[in-house]
């Protein structure tokens, strides 16, 4: 396969994705959606979601103009000592980043703010249309992001014929992300948690009743945070999966001579497309009407249409099979790792309800239990990561032994584990985009009045919905677990050629020896990135919740009737849209240019030594805090969900409100701080690339 | 100075420090006590303590000897390879280490469950006579550990005249200490929080309400937690940092041809004590009775004494100025550690008052808060640890550039930046073991009716101790952290002398490539392991907490009048202390024992590379985790005595019980896993080194 072909290919497989998007999106739209009052209430969300979009995108376009003079003054050399076509082209392609990322996210949110109301008023026909609806909306979301990666990397690939411009792209991308992922993360909690805290806690009403002001806010948070946030963050893993086995991928095809890893790395991302998009066109809810199953199943085809087309295009057009197999190794640790983080957050496994029972201590009880199941729940996908790597090394490494390069092709081999992990991912960004879309169905149900029948099906719709999305949140930190592993073999890919291409008298880089005191410095202080930024924005959910819990008090004690339900009082629901809008974009900015900053620093202070510690340091402590956030977060959700489906008191019982706190602290964890820092582990090895020549010229020690 | 005259030099003051013990146990002995019902209670404390300890060292014993005939078989290496008499030799070691860590922690129960009462009833007379009780009671723990601690390892070094033999001495101490911190914990915890739950919580009792059956348990745990364990922790550290700096500097001594560097090793430890002696000798409170004050201005006295003496000693021996600059470096960290940890905990500061105000809206913003603050109290102390070792090893580098020795030089300078920061240890458990002898008192004072007056003096030295605990807790864990970097050293220093001396083939460690696969893999797994061992001990202590709190609610409904606080009906505190002892001795076992197995594994399955990578990834993340959790813990404690003190609502009020329920995860957080963190890493490296040559010879990769 030429590279021109697979290219080509690229780019008609997301055009295609495109297209398919398209039809799914006039699908749902042409389904029923008559009753007036659910028709207001999502107008409502809708016209939330776009606010809060319009603003946090003004705010991130302005930060994107600051980065794109940077990077025009300094990337990928200060322009001054280089070549200013180069520079003028970097920022274009960091440009592009970050608009293909936020027009992926604004259709996202387009269309799942239609299909909210198309699944909740076709859960009175059924849980089967009422799954379709949801479902498909989420699929929207799905093929716009992939197709959109897979479509602007080929693009700038095409054009420059430089992996170093990928970076770039990638980068545009993993700031916007780095934004959207903390921003949508810290709306979306303050919302939820200020509704739970003064609705289920203080007053004791259901969760989506309409006189709670904060109710509306929750929802249009599931959009902003669940669909656009987590879109824009599997973009950046995406982008960056293949940015950093394209940069890998061209070092290895210089030493054989033709272009066949690179051409690998495309043929593989498109199939990766087109196995999502057949994968998601064969979702459907069987006659048992099992919802989890039905996602479920469209995810085991996807894989293993995967599994499959690569080994036929593997064979057809003579790839090496030792990096076919580095890559369906990187999708095994996938599926390991989703399933460990099943057992710790299902319930009917032991955590969940071990957890339960300790609530009946009270909620102290409660947390401390949380907390160890989620520490223990690291082992296992740390120890499938750490194999992973080791395997895909291992199984790539002797390609090179006839030319000495063992390691670039280990590197890339565990590169190629990262796009395979990732090769699936159109298909998690459906059934994840399809949570915050039955979520939303649930509220406009309970809000229009549509019955209990109605409610119980959106219900039903909305726990699998969780399921699903524990299991795909491992699967989307194992794969950033794997693509910053390779972006530090970029990032000495990038150093070491730069010294070649520029004749700089530095030593070509090795590795980094941890007893290297610039490398364990950079270690130390990388470690301690993700917990510091995890606490900037949990403080900031914590600090807007505060004001929104004081807004609600305000609206409960000052309109009249409006405790009491009396007909036609509406709350003052834009208020704390407002609140939650501004404090997100308000807190977002700490948490986001400290992971930046702090990087910079490092890499002045100690130079590229002190950086690769400083990414091996971040690499290891953020994924054992993601793991942990998100699998604690997750396991409190259910272990609530358990007691209120009658266990341990059920309902209502002091347990159920201990359950309730843990639910409640799970929130920041596994929305908001948990899946940020995979955005914040990428955005801080791509700007560890990119700069590398920078830190390499200047440094202080 | 020659060899001989610094280890009888250590020697002797190791003795003068326990005569120094001996004076000081002689004054707290001649004390009053008169009080019958005083002297009553603080005989049950007494013999559940001595009930647990005795239980402890029956376990641990037979925990010693299956390790002890494994050692006598395999190490330093597997007998039929070696020389037996090695193997004997280290046997002894071993079993040394874990007679003189016993043997301490003995002395400190004795001592601490006399000095309680003494101090609650100095307490009638004022605040300076019950502060002098409680201050050298505590400090005759402090001498006794230390003076061990160099004892033993003066005469293994004189003795053996092998550093390999002090790795040995030091693995008994850990090992021992990884339960006895462990096991301590649990009990410790499991009595708090179930006294608290009950009491606090559920009835509105008083902290050491009499009619409370876990109240005796609870006091009993500060014995066997606080006292007992943490002192096996701190011996642990200082045997072990001396082990690395001997190992270390013995393979310096062989480059320049004298033992100079073990010399310096000897001078620098016992001045430290000496140091310790005179500070605890002067520690006095000032007429304005400020117990923190009294504290800390010891605590400086000692630090300046060590600064200036070990100056004065480099002056005179001709020691390496360059040794001495690393040596005080480790100190300056160990104080900046100790200022970031106060500013998360301190009353005055924001993050403990902003936690209050958060508990205003319940207990899930408590956690979310505290948890938060947690970690971002990481970052200081992190990047404190990572510029310490940085300098430490840039300033003992160019000793050895004449002869091509640098990293040498450079590992010794840190593992004498870890000396330098604990120097000082006699003095702080001195501070530590003062902090549950005054708590106890609390108690006492309470149990025994000593009135208003009494108690409110006991709350100031308790609240004192509180303080200055937390900054003894960052002092630890930095010099934990500080240790290990220098056993890596010693792993390394080990591992290429056992290649050497043994004639092997492979070829000399140069250092771990982070992007060597074995390594990378090492890094992973290391990093999880103290997640999953904080979460084996929290979970214990959460089974343990919800069989006491069953057993007190038991007595309660059972017992007629206990409720009522009917004269003269007791609660049978007997059995809530035997419920304590046996889950503690239960479940420390699954945590102790997976940290080692999971080492064994590693080794066994990547060789030393892999170790390597493990070491490292198991430091950084249990630094990051110790802190985390110590300091929040922290922070959880003195924001609810925060709101207690009038703020925020105050006692009884909503957000006094979301700060309790703050404070009750704190508390298995700062006093179970913290702390343990450290003797958990301390043991891994250990491990590692002692077995360097077998990993060396046997694994799969």
């Not at 003028?88 to 293909?100: E, K, N, P, Q, R």
């Not at 490092?602 to 990414?615: D, E, K, N, R, S």
Request: charged letters at 15%; hydrophobic letters at 50%; one cysteine or more.
């Amino acid at each position: 396969m030429s590279l021109l072909f697979a290219i080509l290919f690229s780019i008609f497989i997301s055009l295609l994705a495109f297209g398919f998007a398209g039809w799914l999106y006039l699908w749902v739209k042409k389904q029923d959606s008559s009753n007036p009052k659910i028709h207001s209430i999502s107008e409502l969300i809708r016209s939330g979601a776009n606010t809060f979009l319009r603003k946090e995108y003004i705010i991130l376009a302005k930060f994107a103009g600051v980065v794109a003079i940077l990077i025009l003054l300094f990337l990928p050399a200060p322009i001054w000592h280089g070549n200013w076509v180069e520079n003028v082209t970097m920022t274009i392609a960091y440009l592009s980043g970050t608009v293909f990322s936020a027009f992926a996210g604004k259709i996202g949110i387009f269309v799942a703010t239609i299909a909210n109301k198309k699944t909740a008023e076709a859960a009175q026909k059924g849980i089967r249309p009422s799954f379709l609806s949801g479902f498909r909306g989420g699929a929207v979301m799905g093929m716009a992001v992939v197709g959109s990666s897979l479509l602007g990397v080929a693009l700038v690939f095409y054009i420059t014929n430089n992996p170093t411009m990928i970076l770039g792209f990638s980068f545009g991308a993993s700031s916007l992300a780095l934004f959207a992922k903390a921003g949508g993360g810290i709306f979306t909690k303050t919302a939820d948690i200020s509704a739970d805290l003064v609705g289920k806690v203080e007053l004791g009403i259901a969760e989506d009743d309409p006189r709670n002001p904060a109710v509306i806010a929750d929802n249009v948070g599931d959009n902003v945070g669940d669909v656009a946030g987590m879109g824009a963050d599997l973009f950046d893993s995406h982008v960056a999966s293949m940015a950093a086995a394209l940069v890998i991928g061209s070092a290895v095809d210089m030493i054989v001579g033709d272009s066949r890893f690179t051409v690998m790395v495309f043929a593989y991302a498109a199939i990766g497309l087109l196995a999502s998009i057949i994968g998601v066109a064969n979702a459907r809810m069987g006659k048992k009407g099992n919802p989890t199953k039905a996602l479920n199943s469209s995810t085991y085809i996807t894989t293993a249409l995967f599994t499959a087309l690569t080994a036929l295009a593997t064979w057809i057009f003579n790839f090496e099979w030792r990096i076919y197999f580095a890559s369906i190794v990187g999708l095994l640790v996938g599926v390991i790792v989703g399933i460990a983080t099943d057992y710790f957050t299902d319930d009917s496994k032991k955590p969940v309800q071990n957890t339960a029972r300790a609530s009946e201590s009270g909620p102290a009880l409660t947390i401390i239990s949380g907390v160890s199941y989620g520490f223990l729940s690291v082992l296992p996908a740390m120890v499938g990561i750490a194999f992973s790597a080791f395997i895909a090394y291992k199984i790539a490494a002797p390609l090179g032994t006839a030319t000495g390069n063992e390691v670039e092709f280990a590197l890339f081999g565990i590169s190629m584990a990262a796009v395979g992990m990732l090769s699936i991912v159109g298909m998690i960004i459906s059934n994840d985009a399809y949570g915050p879309i039955v979520d939303n169905a649930r509220g406009l149900a309970e809000m229009g009045n549509l019955g209990e029948e109605v409610i119980a099906i959106t219900d039903a719709l909305d726990s699998a919905g969780n399921t699903v999305k524990a299991v795909t949140k491992g699967f989307a930190i194992g794969a950033a677990g794997l693509t910053v592993i390779s972006l530090l073999g970029a990032f000495i890919t990038e150093v070491n050629s730069a010294i070649i291409e520029r004749g700089l008298s530095d030593p070509l880089i090795q590795g980094f020896d941890i007893m290297n005191p610039a490398v364990f410095f950079g270690l130390l202080i990388g470690a301690a990135v993700p917990a510091v930024f995890s606490a900037l924005l949990m403080l900031g959910v914590n600090r807007n919740a505060e004001r929104m819990v004081a807004e609600i008090h305000r609206q409960f004690e000052t309109i009249p009737g409006l405790k009491e339900g009396k007909e036609g009082v509406m709350p003052e629901s834009d208020k704390c849209i407002e609140i939650a809008t501004n404090g997100a974009l308000k807190e977002l900015i700490p948490a986001g240019l400290f992971a930046i900053i702090i990087t910079i620093v490092v890499g002045f202070v100690g130079g590229v030594y002190a950086i690769g510690g400083f990414l091996a340091g971040n690499i290891v402590s953020g994924l054992l805090l993601a793991l942990f956030m998100s699998n604690s977060g997750g396991l409190w959700d259910n272990s609530k969900k358990y007691v209120e489906s009658g266990h341990n008191g059920g309902k209502g019982s002091e347990t159920h409100k201990a359950a309730v706190v843990g639910d409640t602290v799970g929130d920041p964890f596994k929305d908001t701080a948990g899946p940020s820092i995979n955005t914040q582990i990428t955005v801080v090895s791509l700007i560890a690339s990119l700069l590398s020549v920078i830190f390499l010229m200047y440094h202080i020690f």
